[in-house]
């Protein structure tokens, strides 16, 4: 990951102690209060910390590890192979979870598969509008079943030097869009880099960016959940009927992306952008490592897509990345808490949102410090965004391949 870009990029960023530092402190002041407490007792109680992002599992087994070693109660297993639900049927679920919060984790919530959390000091830390976005899917009533831990932030990701040469400033409505597109266009360059060949980058991208920017997307589905078995294509609210303009103004921005667009997956989008081949890419921050890997000195930002005449509708779209939950049935609730407040540290935590470029949950949460994504700042302080339309619909119902196949027919 060495490139001019990155080197820029650190140059900037404040300096800050090491990660290694930081779990130090956090480890010396955890073993302060746990060994004190725990006296001279044999032996410790073994714990699962259910974590399986890929790209941060190295990550997890250092802080499980230093937990491991911070205190004699409880020693750490990083688990990132379990299969989730069948492990809740088999009532040994993990004593503490770490990972996306979406449609299918829900489904433990509102069954109250969770325990309460509530009354541990760092739920009262996050911040209200993040904790929300946890009640946007099924929730148990009186409890706080989840600790938001990361919160990642999706907008289009630019080319400044291919803005610059062609003396263009980031839109910031739906008409300045499209004038962008068509000056880019003009000068032979590509405009949207489109990576049609992945279902998913579609649905997370196109889809969700031009249906979050014009419909207020929980309150959709709060209707659609209201009326039923009584949504049809003249209800108040339905796919037909309140996502038809979305799906025609993406249909007007299918003129502007790549021609081979059918063939190219995210990997080949990611090489494409590094090298310097289209101006904007619809894709999360997760795809910045990725670019960055191939050492060139692209320059990229990040702006919210308009899809209004007025800059005060711009959002961005953001998912909880990571989340924090305890089973009822855990094994060992008490070290699953501990360990939770351990993660929730600002000196745990705050590093590992800064080297994911994710943005905090905690109310005192620092700033993001890369110029990649902190261009998004200013709209997540303001609690403008929303979460995809596309990670509502049941992974049961193929909805990813649906759009995908929607939107080459419209291209076409």
Known sequence: ????????????????????????????????????????????????????KPEAIPYFSQLAGEFSQAQARFTVQHDIATNLSASFVRNSP??????????????????????????????GQIREDVAELADWYPTYEGRTSVLPYSVTAASVIYNRRIFDEHGLEVPTTWDELLAVCETLQAADVIPIYATFLDAWTVAQGLFDYTVGGLVDVREFYRRMDELG???????????????????????????????????????????????????????????????????????????????????????????????????????SPEGARE??????????????NAEFLAFGTRTDAPPVTDDRIAEMQRYYDEGRFYMGASQFIPRSIPAENYIQSGSSHLRV
Not at 27 to 51: D, E, N, P, V
Not at 339 to 351: G, H, K, N, S, T
């Open 1 to 52: 990951m060495v490139s001019s870009s990155i080197s820029r990029h650190a140059r900037h960023a404040p300096t800050r102690p090491s990660r290694r530092g930081v779990l130090a402190g956090a480890g010396a002041a955890l073993a302060t209060s746990a060994l004190s407490a725990c006296g001279t007792g044999g032996g410790s109680s073994q714990l699962t910390l259910y974590q399986s």
């Open 94 to 123: 993990p004593d503490l979870g770490c990972l996306n919060y979406n449609l299918e984790m829900g489904r433990f919530m509102e069954r109250g598969a969770l325990s309460d959390l509530s009354d541990l000091p760092v739920a």
């Open 229 to 331: 078995e009584d949504v049809g294509p003249d209800s108040e609210v339905s796919f037909q009927r309140t996502l038809l303009e979305p799906m025609q103004r993406l249909g007007e921005l299918l003129a502007f992306v790549n021609p081979d667009a059918a063939n190219r997956g995210y990997g080949d989008g990611n090489t494409a952008i590094a090298q310097g081949k289209g101006a904007m890419y619809f894709q999360g921050p997760w795809a910045l490592g990725e670019i960055a890997k191939a050492g060139t000195d692209v320059e990229l930002g990040t702006f919210p897509l308009p899809m209004t005449d007025d800059p005060a509708d711009l959002k961005v779209r953001v998912n909880i990345d990571l989340s924090l939950w305890v089973p009822e049935a855990a094994s």
């Open 339 to 352: 360990l939770a407040q351990f993660l929730m540290r600002p000196e745990v935590q705050d590093p590992y």
